[in-house]
């Protein structure tokens, strides 16, 4: 089955520690999006990558970090510079849907919980 | 500056009558308009998209949407809601001019709830 998988569901973090979330797509996909989602607060954009080897920080991206060292993989590090983690963070995919790119519709996955004790 | 507003935070409908959530947007250029839905603790599912040609599209699961550009305005309507359409609905655009960046302006979300 083609699609975004993210790991882990949940993900429990002490206060000063890093924590990797995983984000892998088989969909062929050029295009990968980190979000942050908070109650009342919609999607907030944390980094982009357009390309492999490339990427870019969104509106929040102080304390995370970012790879895109191969086409399917978009893992994210939050740091323990970020001051608030507990979130609920989104990953999501686009491309290759034949017209222009600015057309092409994000796919997501199913999110990780992330809490901070 | 680019914007998407869903001016309700929520809207309440009866089972079985029509729905409606709204979203109006601001974008330079012509936009194109995309509905989600999130049902709790899962990710967005794709609805519909608007990118050219007829003002109203169908989607998934019933769901139409119908582009107003003199009211710059992408509303999600359903003719008869079902309780299982209760969700978390996000709208968001990306302006025609914006190139190869593909990233999106997202509204905050409208929560539906449909009353048995």
């Known amino acids: 089955d083609g699609g975004i998988t993210q790991s882990p569901k949940y993900l429990f973090r002490k206060e000063g520690q890093n924590v990797t979330l995983s984000c892998e797509q088989n969909?062929?996909?050029?295009?990968m999006y980190w979000y942050r989602q908070d109650p009342g607060q919609g999607l907030r954009l944390i980094y982009y990558?357009?390309?492999?080897?490339?990427?870019q920080k969104g509106d929040i991206a102080e304390g995370y970090s970012v790879s895109r060292e191969k086409k399917e993989s978009f893992p994210l590090t939050v740091t323990s510079a970020q001051k608030n983690p507990t979130a609920f963070y989104l990953c999501?995919?686009?491309?290759?849907?034949?017209?222009?790119?600015?057309?092409?519709?994000?796919?997501f996955g199913p999110g990780t919980r992330l809490t901070v004790l | 500056a680019q914007s998407v507003a869903q001016p309700e935070d929520q809207v309440n409908v009866a089972e079985g009558n029509p729905l409606t959530v709204k979203c109006t947007y601001s974008?330079?250029?012509?936009?194109?308009l995309f509905w989600y839905v999130q049902y709790p603790n899962r990710g967005l599912q794709f609805l519909l998209k608007y990118i050219t040609g007829d003002n109203l599209v169908k989607g998934s699961y019933g769901f139409e949407a119908e582009f107003n550009k003199s009211q710059t305005s992408f509303h999600l309507k359903k003719p008869s809601a079902l309780v299982s359409d209760s969700a978390l609905y996000f709208c968001a655009v990306r302006a025609s001019n914006a190139g190869n960046n593909r990233k999106l302006i997202w509204g905050l979300g409208t929560s539906l709830a449909v009353n048995p």
């Open positions: 990558s357009q390309i492999v080897n490339d990427f």
């Open positions: 974008v330079s250029g012509n936009p194109y």
């Open positions: 969909l062929n996909h050029d295009a």
């Open positions: 999501a995919s686009t491309g290759g849907e034949g017209g222009h790119p600015s057309t092409d519709t994000q796919y």
